[in-house]
């Protein structure tokens, strides 16, 4: 878990989960109504969620807030479970983010750059 310099409370990161549907599994979600996605989110509760076709198959692209790497089973397999889905997951910044990273990132490029 990661905590936030001289506070002890938790830090939570926003990852990206990008999960995609075969197109079996996808169709026969749609004929139930997408019921299991509805009842997946309504646990998870992502920050954001967005739909789109890649590859030929029904995608899903979800930010979410993990506390700790051991919350990503119980992320993935509902997921795995229900819709046969592949999932990538990728931590993912806001701007306000990739701003305090700034002094990182000029010491990297003094150094390797």
Known sequence: MLFYPGKGAPLAMRFLFKISMPVEA??????S???ALQNILAEQKPEAVYFAA??????AYMFIHMDDVSQLPALAEPWFLALNASIE??????PEDLMKAGPAVERAVKTYG
């Open 89 to 94: 997951v990728s931590p993912a910044m806001t």
């Open 54 to 59: 890649e590859g030929g198959k029904r995608t």
């Open 26 to 31: 996808g169709n026969a979600a749609a004929k």
């Open 33 to 35: 109504g997408f019921s």
